[in-house]
């Protein structure tokens, strides 16, 4: 692989929440915005640090409240970054003044070693200037640590110099804001409790006010400039010392942070970071490596995938949340995204993380089971829309609770997971249950009506993936899943997965086989669901450009009665199913589909890309593609500052593999065709696929596919079978 | 007519604050509630005087807001009651022990005065015993005061008493329940200001925190015993003397409440209010007056008629409140139950008070206009779900601002009010600008589709007045109802009544004469809308009586996807116009409907009663009255204690006699027809119409129209013309 990074070069704006979420690092554990280390200077007000799972709740306040809502919001909590780094000449210090001028130079994120290179310029409130390098690395191994590194040059400043490294600044809340629900930010009551001060080491304990979680911190200094003198109080480590002009010293910490609930692990300083990502990184890159002949989007796709690693949950207890731990935005809660979005590039690549994540839903079953009754639903399980600890905490049920389909959607990942892994212990030890909970929840929510002579299985009221249209009935892309979700359960229950009556495994086959699947025969196009296709298109020709993403600009009923999508949500589901349709019913329902999207949802553009590749409209599928690969590099969203769109860096994987390259799996069997842009003369990749490591090559009109561990297997290229050896 | 009170014995419990709300008493603009007059020893918590439109503001707060949401709540404010009066004897007073025991002997509300005449035995902690009759009357004349005797007997006492008017107790605020959408209370923030004491005067401003509404009150000494001494002072009157035992004492008080933002008018203390109330009401009675031969029925008929009466607004600037000044319940808010159930009883007997009320929505349409753009509507006005102040304060809007239908409730009312009175100067400066914005936004809401081969209006994602089934598509009630008020805009641009252009009448009479009424054709019933005869029926096998209402039991998802009907709704359209449906459709539509409704909402019996008058189910429609006609004096809703039913109350006057005497207007003439129950030998009552005063006499197969002022007329009996001379 080429040696690549990112740096100031490659992405929109310099402008400075922009640049903390994109240069942010993190293990999946805890995650470290790029917040400039000055407490005094800095101009953050986001989050800094965030641990994934770590959450306190307040009580939700309806205007009107009803039986069985969501009681509780649960937003991750805001941490001190363990980057601040406070300096004071004798006149001048940072924390105080809070006017110094601090300019970046530069930055660079390395992608081999995780290594995020800083080089700043700062001037103090007395005209000192001074150059500090800064280097953060996070370990990867599962250590949850991150090491600074400080280096101070003097360009004109001689004298006495102070260092001081705050432990508990916390950073203002960001704006509250009421009306964007994409953002929101509670007060966390902290406690900090257990402090012990040793010989260049600080530890203490956080625990959150409401749900009494608790992490432990410590920090350490590793090395110090030689003639500094240092302290340890419990505001963290100061010192002081002289410095001269031209004199460059180095100061050292490492900062650990443990999992929730749980001790820390001994820091040893002869620990070498580099090294370690270094071998992890090599493993990572191995399989999920890209090679594309656009020295651009292979940096943009190389740079996602990287982010995506760095922010996966890789304990089975936490999760992938929608803006990962690069930021506040969605509260750190994790939706149905992780699965549709991002599973598959882990499941293909990085199966030992997929499981986890799968682990997780596994894990909160109990919660969604609970859910299922509050609703009324009989039987099975639901799982929350959005959520830390497994409980709803989506405010909003029309675009919340009512999105059923997070339980089609787990199950379809788990199918997905095993019939590229063929892991089977996974499944008959915590998938197949899964599946079976959710198989039941369908069978007891949906009834039986007569449609077109036929006796069908229908789901009424109903919210699909599009938030622009809710409360529907039938919503084709949550039957078509639900469908999905029944059949495999029967299948799981006649593969001796799971012991279930004959009489249930008949009804799960049964509802699968009758599910209704809404179809205009007039406009011969594939209904999003029962009524849309009446509704008045919603009037673009007169809807100027600052009133998008809609939500923001009109009344949510004002969007639910015109024809009007926030993102795929039919063509979503027809591209999970390549089989259900031939290619002029897929270019009529992309036709009629792609006139009404207004991809205000990060989770659009990538889909439109797919089925545009399936449909050899290589231009669009290229357009739709770069605006995935690249949505954050040039902010296309306008709100990356608030943290990446982790769906999206997702589906910049699913473009290149399930567009360009076709790729789906079928009957147990790997379907692949070439389907590459004009623009692109060059695609490789590699992905797992039941035990073997594969290598896709893919070049104007040819496609091959380069088996590199593992025993031989049968691929079906262009349509047809081929042994690889 | 009888002579006729309501007593103690009419009513369902002695609980306190059921009598409260049972025996309130007002005159449209304040309301007292009938609380025990010692601070000291009330049981009330609620308010206990209400003024009808004066209310605080606070803002809502959502748990997830989105554009266009409403703001602000609205709430009646809870006022100091000026029944209020403490004792003290020597030894033991009221207000400060606070366990005085108060035991109600008797009550009596007079329906041909107004006086409420209380008897109340009272034993002071020291075991000191007094009998107390207090007589509250409230004049009927705009006066805007009430007059408060207090009798006091001594039965075991003999010494110093003590009295103490407090004019500024405010009670606490009630149980500001979260979880039942139909009660709220929040604080206010009055200021009390211009306090000026006079020789046996109190007179003071009150002025709300948020809306700057002030009132002036003013409580001033009618009478006081011979040896009492008196003093003012800033918290009310005092004073004190000698009583011996069985010996009576008399104290009389009156107190004005201005209307909002004006001043008091002149008390005078010769002023008679048994006089001028008993002519008022006599007057009242002369139209108002039933006569049926069932004393139970006939005395609950009257006490509604009397309480719908004294609750509604009568200046133009306040309306009736869903619970009218009785009880906070529903915060003071006026509803759509104001046009549909209580205007036409007072459209056919008392239209001056009928013209004021919908003087009200007049003068709201500016805010009407401005809620129609923030739905994004561009044409036209939308009246607030909920309000006092024409702003929409529904923090709900699926079952709030959603139910367009309100629009069209009103624009009937208004018709309604012109076929009955023939009042052309009302019509042509307020009402028919009301019908041409409400017809305005219904052609800019509206949408035509190809339905049955032909191009229909359709309008989309409403609710209607059943909030057990919402945001649906096509409701068979807004539509309907949105139909007539298009209609009536084209009638009234073509009478003369509307200035506006050639193009806008043809498009009203197109979308009226094309809108589209859903219907059934395999099971022949006509439907509530485009979806819910495919959806489940509710599981009402599996639902015990403790889960009703549901909406307090069961999550909104859970009612939406079943087929369940809160109250009335395609059946109140049917209803509304007897000449669209035969009488066979008429009963499939009853059988259908009924075996879905729960009747949770106090708005469905009366119309189920109606119906199956109409449809000769006499027993039925008997059974469904009874419901209706006592509702509150049994207690059936179990919620009296937070205000009367109002709509109810005009219920059950539309029971009798658009039910038993199937009353109704069509093309200018009065329809009648004998459908009384076989439990009924006699049903009298007169209506005004077209300045005609008439008597309806029912009796057994037998119907009679007695002419009793005015020109002779034609009316349609049983279906055939006759002439009434």
Sequence with gaps: MEKHTLTLADVATKERQYLETIFAIGDGHFGVRDSIPFTGSRANKLPVMLVNGFFETNPIVYGESAYGYAKEHQTIVSLASPRNFDLATSKSSSAKDGDWSVTLAQTELDFETGELRELYDITTVEQEKFRLAVVSIVSLDGLHQIKLSYQLTSLNYEGELRFNRPLFVTTEDGANSDDDPRIALRKAQLKTTNMSLDKGTISWNLTTGTTNQTIAERDAVVELPKNFKEAETKNGFSGHGQIEIGQTVTFEFVRQISEIDNGLNEISKQYDFVLTNTAILKEFWQTAQIKI??????????????????????????????????????????????????????????????????????????????????????????????????????????????????????????????????????????????????????????????????????????????????????????????????????????????????????????????????????????????????????????????????????????????????????????????????????QRDFDYYEKITTHDSSLSRSIFSILASRLRLTDKAYDYYMDTALMDLVDLQGNAKDGLHEANLGGSWLGLTYGFSGLYVSDGKLHLSNQLPEKIDELVYRIRFQKRLLEIQLHFREIKVVLIEGQPLTVVINGKTKNIN
């Design 293 to 586: 002949d656009d020295t651009k989007l292979q940096k943009g796709i190389q740079y996602n995938l990287f982010q995506l690693y760095q922010s996966a949950g890789k304990n089975g207890l936490a999760n992938i949340a929608a803006k990962g731990i690069t930021g506040p935005g969605y509260e750190g809660h994790y939706f149905w995204d992780t699965e549709m979005y991002m599973l598959p590039f882990f499941i293909y690549t990085q199966p030992q993380i997929a499981k986890q994540l799968l682990s997780y839903r596994y894990r909160v079953l109990p919660q969604a089971r609970k859910r299922a009754r509050e609703l009324g639903v009989t039987a099975g399980a639901l799982f929350a829309w959005r959520t830390i600890n497994g409980e709803e905490a989506s405010a909003y049920y029309p675009a919340g609770t009512a999105q059923y389909h997070i339980n089609a959607d787990i199950a379809h990942a788990i199918k997905l997971y095993f019939d590229v892994t063929g892991d089977e212990d996974f499944l008959q030890q915590k998938g197949a249950l899964v599946v079976l909970e959710t198989a039941r929840f369908w069978l007891a929510y949906g009834s039986w009506s007569l449609r077109d002579g036929h006796q069908k299985f229908c789901l009424y009221k109903v919210t699909g993936p599009d938030e622009y249209t809710a409360l529907v009935d039938n919503n084709y892309y949550t039957n078509r899943l639900a469908k999905e979700n029944l059949a495999f359960a029967a299948w799981l229950i006649k593969h001796g997965y799971l012991t279930a009556s004959q009489k249930e495994n008949a009804l799960f086959e049964e509802a699968a086989n009758n599910m209704y699947l809404p179809y205009d025969q007039q406009l011969m196009i594939t209904e999003q669901d029962d009524e849309s296709p009446a509704m008045p298109t919603w009037p673009f020709e007169t809807t100027p450009a600052t009133k998008y993403p809609l939500l923001l600009n009109y009344h949510p009923l004002m969007i639910y009665r015109h024809r009007v999508n926030k993102q795929a949500d039919t063509l979503l589901a027809e591209m999970l199913f390549p089989n259900d349709q031939e290619q002029a019913q897929l």
